[in-house]
Nanobody, 129 residues
Framework: QAPLVESGGGLVQPGGSLRLSCAAS????????IVWFRQAPGKEREGVSC????????RYADSMRGRFTISRDTARNTVYLQMNSLKSEDTAVYFC??????????????????????WGQGTQVTVSS
């Protein structure tokens, strides 16, 4: 199984909600930070949220703060991204990545892809009426 697997994407109407999952396999998330990214067609990758699994520190990009919530379930070795009040501009493929620094700050949103130990395959989120 792939080290990180995202799930939970789909089609939702504006104003709706989705919960994305990022399940880790073969390693424990206790020693990694998890960062959620998204990429819309024709646009650059964008940092969404991160969680520092050592102490639960979280960060959100400005446009997601107040609408998205990142959380972790250590027993399930899974990180979640609860997305509420979804907008059409939230349409994108959402990816999670494991950061071996286990550090969450706004700077992690702009690190090169090679800085992350593992990447998931992505899950499509489409917000449309």
């Amino acid at each position: 199984q792939a080290p990180l697997v995202e799930s939970g994407g789909g089609l939702v109407q504006p104003g709706g909600s989705l919960r994305l999952s990022c399940a880790a396999s073969g390693f424990t998330l206790d020693y990694y930070g998890i960062v959620w990214f998204r990429q819309a067609p024709g646009k650059e990758r964008e940092g969404v949220s991160c969680i520092q699994n050592s102490d639960g520190t979280t960060r959100y990009a400005d446009s997601m703060r107040g609408r998205f919530t990142i959380s972790r379930d250590t027993a399930r070795n899974t990180v979640y991204l609860q997305m509420n009040s979804l907008k059409s501009e939230d349409t994108a493929v959402y990816f999670c990545a494991a950061d071996p620094r286990n550090y969450c700050s706004y700077s992690v949103f702009t690190l090169p892809s090679s800085e992350y130990a593992y990447w998931g395959q992505g899950t499509q989120v489409t917000v449309s009426s």
